[in-house]
């Protein structure tokens, strides 16, 4: 249990999110000061990558890994489309590899379709060039991954300032165990179902109470279960990562999920009392922030590209 115990808390702190999907904005953003020496090898990377506000015009590619990478040539999904709008636009974070864009597109046009869903309000996606944050995930570095929020969107354009301060819906019960039946739809389980058995899809990430109605209100199609991954503080979005594309090496992929639809005794673990109420531990030693060196070295390249 120690060492299990030590892999779940390895997770959480990798996928960790201080930028949340109820986190405000601001309408009024304000471009960050200049590094007095950018190129001092010991400069956290997140300083260098959040202060590109446009991406490498290079040609696209995903390089590295999803917490440790990257992404050359990247676009930005349009803020309004007929069926998704993006959110909290002053973090600018809606970059991302060409085929996470078309995917988004796509998702978002069959959404109402196929899972009777309005439409996609669009969280966190990359930065411009990826890279690590100056706050939030530790993840979204390649341009392969998003957030969706769990809320639906409304049959109007939202305005600035409503992008900026409305909070995504929470679906958790307080106490963490289930979902709150008054605010969780069938959509919800519709759509989650629709992305993952889209192809090319990797993970999705989403509460362990989210989890759980999913194996509840699966049915005998559960094939698609195995992509949805349990970690707490998905409990407003979930979180969509996609495959490398075909042919960029640079790229590296997660291993494969685990084999069945993880809803047995690994789910159950996520509702242990070691899990919901962990014993508080001293604080310990803060970690170094990654530098440029611990990228892969074409990440210098994109970086430094105009």
């Known amino acids: 249990m120690p060492i299990r115990r030590a892999a779940v808390l390895t997770v959480l702190l990798a996928l960790a999110a201080p930028a949340l999907a109820q986190d405000r904005g601001t309408l009024n953003p304000k471009p960050l000061p200049p590094l007095a020496n950018p190129d001092d090898p010991s400069t956290p990377a997140k300083a260098l990558f959040g202060r590109a506000t446009t991406p490498a015009a290079l040609p696209p590619q995903a390089i590295g890994g999803y917490a440790r990478g990257c ?9 309004d489309g007929a069926t998704w ?42 930065q411009p060039r990826g890279g690590p944050m100056l706050t ?23 305005t600035r300032a409503e992008r900026e301060e409305m909070s995504a819906t ?15 739809r069938p959509e919800h389980l519709r759509l989650i179902k629709m992305v993952a058995r889209e192809p090319g899809v990797a993970r999705i990430f989403v509460n362990p109470a989210i989890k759980l109605a999913l194996c509840r209100e699966a049915g005998s199609d559960r094939s698609w279960l195995t992509k949805v991954r349990p970690i707490y503080g998905h409990n407003y979005h979930f979180h969509i990562r996609l495959e490398c594309p075909a042919g960029e090496a640079a790229c590296h992929d997660q291993d494969p999920p685990p084999a069945g639809d993880g809803c047995g005794s690994e789910l159950d673990y996520w509702f242990s009392d070691a899990v919901l109420n ?16 611990g990228l892969p070295e074409a990440c210098r390249t994109v970086l430094k590209a105009r």
Request: glycine share 8%.
């Open 71 to 79: 992404v050359a040539g990247a676009e930005s999904l349009p803020i």
């Open 278 to 293: 962990p014993k508080p531990r001293p604080p310990g030693k803060p970690r170094p922030p990654m530098t440029l060196a």
């Open 170 to 184: 929470n679906v958790v019960r307080p106490d963490r165990r289930d979902i709150d039946p008054s605010v969780w």
């Open 85 to 126: 709008q993006v959110m909290r636009l002053s973090r600018n974070r809606n970059w991302g590899h060409p085929r996470l864009v078309a995917f988004l597109e796509k998702i978002a046009t069959d959404a109402p379709r196929k899972a009777g869903w309005p439409g996609l309000l669009v969280g966190d996606m990359s």
């Open 136 to 158: 939030g995930h530790a993840s979204h570095q390649l341009g392969l991954d998003a957030d969706i929020w769990l809320t639906p969107m409304p049959d109007r354009r939202l």
